[in-house]
C-alpha cells in the first residue's frame, strides 16, 4: 500500500520555539494532505487540509498564524508550530490522499512536547 | 454535516474470545466506512474499508466488518482475538473520500 513518512517522530522543544514536521508520500503524488491533532486518549481533530499549490484551509478555532500549513510539492507538506507553548503539546498526525484516491494514508505521528 | 458514535470508549475481553466494537453513524449522503487500528505511540492502520458491493467486509488480522445502511451500523468483528490486538480502534466515515469524520475511538484491551 501507499506509504507516508512523517518526520520527526517526536519532538521536544523550548517554550517560545517554531517546530517544524515534514510529511511526505513516497510512493504517490499526493494532491490533498490533511493534519489532524490527537490529545490523550482522543479521538483525531482535523486541523487543516491542504491541496498542493494553493492556501491551506483552517478547521474553525485552528489558529492559522500559529499553526503554518505548507503544501509546495506533490509530495511533501509542512506543518510549522509557530512560537510553540505547552498548551501546543500534543500528537500531530498527517494523512494524504492522490488524484483519485478514496482513502487517506496515515504517517506515524509526531509527539510534540513543549517545555 | 457527518457523525460517527462509538458507544464503547473501552472494551476488555479475554484471549481467544469473540469481540465487536460498535459503531455507528449518521449522514445526509452516502458515505464510506473505515475501521483504523492505533497502536501505543504510532499512526493509524487501516483495517478495511466498505466503499460499496458486499456488506460483508473482511480486512487485515482477522477482522470484519457489516455495514447495515437501515442501521446506519458499521460494527467491527473478530472471532478470536490476540493480546496482540490490544490497541485504540477508530471508525471513520467519508463523503466519497472527502474530510474524514473519525469516532471518538474504542480502547480494545485482552486480557491473557
Known amino acids: 500500500g501507499a506509504v507516508v513518512s512523517q518526520h520527526p517522530s517526536w519532538v521536544i522543544c523550548k517554550s517560545g520555539t517554531s517546530v517544524k514536521i515534514e510529511c511526505r508520500s513516497l510512493?504517490?503524488?499526493?494532491?490533498?494532505m490533511f493534519w489532524y491533532r490527537q490529545f490523550p486518549k482522543q479521538s483525531l481533530m482535523l486541523m487543516a487540509t491542504s491541496n498542493e499549490g494553493s492556501k491551506a484551509t483552517y478547521e474553525q478555532g485552528v489558529e492559522k498564524d500559529k499553526f503554518l500549513i505548507n503544501h509546495a510539492s506533490l509530495t511533501l507538506s509542512t506543518l510549522t508550530v509557530t512560537s510553540a507553548h505547552p498548551e501546543d503539546s500534543s500528537f500531530y498526525i498527517c494523512?494524504?490522499?492522490?488524484?483519485?484516491?478514496?482513502?487517506?494514508?496515515f504517517g506515524a505521528g509526531t509527539r510534540l512536547s513543549v517545555l | 454535516a457527518q457523525s460517527v458514535t462509538q458507544l464503547d470508549s473501552q472494551v476488555p475481553v479475554f484471549e481467544e474470545a469473540p469481540v465487536e466494537l460498535r459503531c455507528n453513524y449518521s449522514s445526509s449522503v452516502s458515505v464510506y466506512l473505515f475501521w483504523y487500528v492505533q497502536y501505543p505511540n504510532q499512526g493509524l492502520q487501516l483495517l478495511l474499508k466498505y466503499l460499496s458491493g458486499s456488506t460483508l467486509v473482511k480486512g487485515i488480522n482477522g477482522f470484519e466488518a457489516e455495514f447495515n445502511k437501515s442501521q446506519t451500523s458499521f460494527h467491527l468483528r473478530k472471532p478470536s482475538v490476540h493480546i496482540s490486538d490490544t490497541a485504540e480502534y477508530f471508525c471513520?466515515?467519508?463523503?466519497?473520500?472527502?474530510?474524514?469524520?473519525f469516532g471518538p475511538g474504542t480502547r480494545l484491551s485482552v486480557l491473557p
Open positions: 494523512s494524504a490522499r492522490g488524484t483519485y484516491q478514496n482513502i487517506q494514508y
Open positions: 471513520a466515515v467519508t463523503p466519497y473520500g472527502q474530510n474524514f469524520v
Open positions: 510512493d504517490f503524488q499526493a494532491t490533498t
